[in-house]
Every structure is written in structure tokens, then in C-alpha cells.
């Protein structure tokens, strides 16, 4: 019997211990991690083209090392709503890659902050952490040269001008973006006389004609500018070299091409002009036949009346 409780003694020392180890257990479960961005984060790019940031997640004390199934990573982009991007994977040791999501329209060019935020996994035994310090992600835009020239041509047998407009890629490894051009054209005063957006030519580097027409008059001088305008959905990526509007002066018409020149007369007003012209000759023709011409009064001074009184033989 005295054995027994002796054998009892140590049971009961464990248990204790145990019961004493238990809250360093469980605060384990609240481990610290750390997240960082790699220095090569912070970079300088063009639009459009790829970049890679680089963040690392990190536990502290016993569980340092993490693994693919710790959690994920959400990025945040000051100025922006919301989450950037969510549930990036996590790589066993830690690393995670940020680059362009293509569920995010590319963003314009400018400077941003970007931050990442970890989100552990149930089983992780780690507590969220976010970057102390921003990577810094700075996007320059594209140069798009575009230029014009203004033509004097004729339309329509009248001295006027078409506008012949190019635009050329940013570089040889980019292409021309979707956009339109915006043809104008003022008068003298600054009135605008000629507005059209007109597509990009099938090939967009093909130039794109526009006839002014009549919207122009020989003998007067009128301001003409072409800008080429990207899409909006990519216009913040783009700094578009626009060309200088020109000051352009319609040939005049001489007499002699005024008077050879084809009068551009609908066919209902030579009907109406016809029947005018025949009514006026019908009522000629009536007038000659059934008018009476007056005979004027001649008076005439009447010889003296002569009787037989005072009558000299």
C-alpha cells in the first residue's frame, strides 16, 4: 500500500507540469510573422510592359519556416479601393511574386505605393502581418508621335482641303493602341466651320484622309488640327505627340471659272423656272389678241361760220 502512493507521487508532478505547459502551448498558436518586400520591389517601368515584385512571409520564434499551405497574400494600392489582389500563393519558404493581374485593367502611368497584407490559414499557427514600409512601383507612359498635313485638292468642282493624318508606335516592341482622330478645322473669327472623328485606317499605322468638302469656302483662310486620341480605357498609359494646328488659305475662283463653272440646280426648280417662263408668254400671246387700241382725239380749229348778212358782192 505505502508503494502505491509513492508510484502516485510522480503522476501527479506530471500533471502539473503539463497543466503549467499548456498556456505556452496555445500562445504558440499566436506566433508573429513578418511580411517584407524584396528591395528589387521597388522599380521603375514602362506601361504596358511586365514587372515582378518579389515579398517574403516569415514566422517568428519555433515556427520560422513557412510552407504553401500557411495562408496567402493580398496586395494593396494606395488611392485605389479595396484589395489590388487577393490569395496570392504562398511558396513553401515563403516567397510570393506579385505581377500585372489580368483581372485588373493596366494601371496609368504615375507613381503608386503598394502594400501586401498576409492572411494565414487555419492551420498556420501564425498571426496576419502587413508591410511596415511600401514598395514604390513607378509607371512612365508611352511617347505616341502622331502628325498631319493639309492638302489643297478640289471637291465637287470647288477649291477645298482634305486632312491626311498618321500615327507611329511608341517603340518597335509596342503597337499602335485603339483610339480615334478628331479632325477640325476654325475660321478666321475662331468658329469652328468642320468637326469628325474618324477610325483608325484598317492597318492603324496607314494614314486616315478627310475631305473638308464644302465646309470650307474658296478665297478664305481657316485654322486646321488633327489629334490623334487613344481609347480611354488605355489613355493614361499614352503621351501623344500631337502635331501644331496649321493656318491654311482656299485658292480663290477667278471670273472665268465662276462663270464655266455647271450650276448644281435641282431638277424640280428648271420644271418650276419652265412653267414660270411659259405662263409669262401664254399671257403675252392673250393680251396681242384680244387688246383693243384706243384712236386719240385731234381737235382742230373750225373755219368761221358764214351767213348772207353782210355779204358784199
Known amino acids: ?7 502516485r507521487v510522480p503522476a501527479i508532478l506530471v500533471g502539473a507540469f503539463a497543466l503549467a505547459l499548456a498556456p505556452a502551448l496555445s500562445a504558440s498558436a499566436d506566433d508573429s510573422s513578418t511580411t517584407t518586400f524584396d528591395p528589387s520591389a521597388t522599380q521603375t517601368v514602362s506601361y504596358g510592359t511586365n514587372w515582378l515584385m518579389t515579398l517574403k512571409v516569415a514566422g517568428t520564434e519555433q515556427y520560422d519556416f513557412v510552407t504553401a499551405t500557411s495562408g496567402t497574400v493580398n496586395i494593396l494600392i ?33 507613381t503608386y505605393q503598394v502594400s501586401a497584407v498576409y492572411v494565414p490559414s487555419g492551420t498556420a499557427y501564425l498571426a496576419p502581418s502587413q508591410t511596415a514600409t511600401p514598395a514604390t512601383l513607378t509607371i512612365t507612359p508611352l511617347v505616341l ?45 475662331g468658329m469652328s466651320v468642320f468637326e469628325k472623328t474618324v477610325a483608325l485606317a484598317k492597318n492603324p499605322a496607314d494614314p486616315i484622309t478627310v475631305p473638308l468638302g464644302s465646309k470650307v469656302k474658296p478665297g478664305r483662310t481657316y485654322t486646321i488640327a488633327a489629334q490623334f486620341l487613344p481609347a480611354p480605357s488605355v489613355a493614361g498609359g499614352y503621351q501623344v505627340k500631337q502635331g501644331t494646328p496649321k493656318t491654311v488659305t482656299v485658292e480663290a475662283q477667278s471670273l472665268g471659272e465662276v462663270l464655266a463653272k455647271p450650276l448644281a440646280v435641282p431638277v424640280w426648280a428648271l420644271i418650276l423656272v419652265g412653267l414660270g417662263l411659259a405662263l409669262l408668254i401664254a399671257t403675252a400671246i392673250v393680251l396681242l389678241v384680244t387688246g383693243k387700241p384706243k384712236t386719240a382725239g385731234i381737235l382742230v380749229d373750225a373755219p368761221p361760220a358764214t351767213t348772207g348778212e353782210g355779204f358784199e358782192a
Not at 500500500?1 to 508510484?7: E, F, G, K, Q
Not at 519558404?93 to 502611368?109: D, N, T, Y
Open 1 to 7: 500500500m505505502r508503494l502505491t502512493r509513492i508510484a
Open 78 to 110: 494606395k488611392g485605389i479601393p479595396g484589395n489590388y489582389v487577393t490569395g496570392l500563393p504562398v511558396t513553401d519558404g515563403g516567397e510570393v511574386f506579385f505581377s500585372p493581374p489580368s483581372s485588373q485593367p493596366p494601371l496609368p502611368a504615375g
Open 145 to 189: 508621335p502622331s502628325a498631319f498635313s493639309v492638302n489643297k485638292t478640289t471637291i465637287d468642282n470647288n477649291p477645298s482641303l482634305e486632312v491626311v493624318a498618321t500615327v507611329s508606335p511608341p517603340n518597335a516592341n509596342a503597337a499602335i493602341p485603339a483610339g480615334t482622330w478628331l479632325v477640325t478645322a476654325k475660321d478666321s473669327a
